[in-house]
C-alpha cells in the first residue's frame, strides 16, 4: 500500500520543531546562526539543518523570512490573506507583524500590466520603547 504524502500529512520533523520553538521565544527575528547557537546542545548541529527546517516551516506559515535584515521570525497571526508586512526597530531590532492586505490592495489597484509574483512589505523606525527612549534623551 502507497501512502501518497500531502502538506497536511507531514509529520513534523524535530528539528522543525526545535527551530519553531526557538523562535517563538525570540524577542525578534533571529539569523539561522543565532538559531543554531540556542540549538547547540540539541541534535541540530550544522547550518543546512536550520535553514532546510527554516524552508519547511516558511512553507506552513509557521515562519516568516525578513528579507532586508536575512532573519527569521515566528508567524504570530492565525492566517494570512496576503504575505506578512513588518514594522523593524532601528535601534533595538525588533520586528512586528502587520496584516498588509490593505497596502497590497491598494498597490495591486493600479494596472499597469505587471505582474506581481512576490511582495515583502518591512518598515524601518523605532518602536514605541525606543521612540520614548530617543524622546526623554532629548
Request: hydrophobic letters at 35%.
Amino acid at each position: 500500500m502507497v501512502v501518497e504524502k500531502t502538506p497536511n500529512t507531514l509529520k513534523r520533523s524535530s528539528n522543525e520543531e526545535q527551530v519553531y520553538g526557538v523562535l517563538l521565544k525570540a524577542t525578534g527575528s533571529m539569523s539561522a546562526y543565532e538559531i543554531l547557537t540556542k540549538l547547540q546542545n540539541t541534535n541540530v548541529k550544522a547550518a543546512v539543518q536550520v535553514y532546510r527546517a527554516l524552508d519547511r516551516l516558511i512553507t506552513q506559515n509557521r515562519v516568516h523570512r525578513i528579507e532586508s535584515l536575512n532573519a527569521f521570525i515566528a508567524c504570530r497571526c492565525e492566517s494570512h490573506s496576503s504575505p506578512a508586512g513588518f514594522y523593524i526597530c532601528d535601534t533595538c531590532g525588533s520586528a512586528c507583524e502587520f496584516d498588509s492586505s490593505p497596502a497590497l490592495g491598494a498597490l495591486h489597484s493600479v494596472d499597469n500590466g505587471f505582474k506581481v509574483q512576490k511582495a515583502s512589505i518591512e518598515l524601518r523606525g523605532l518602536c514605541n520603547r525606543c521612540a520614548s527612549t530617543e524622546a526623554r534623551s532629548q
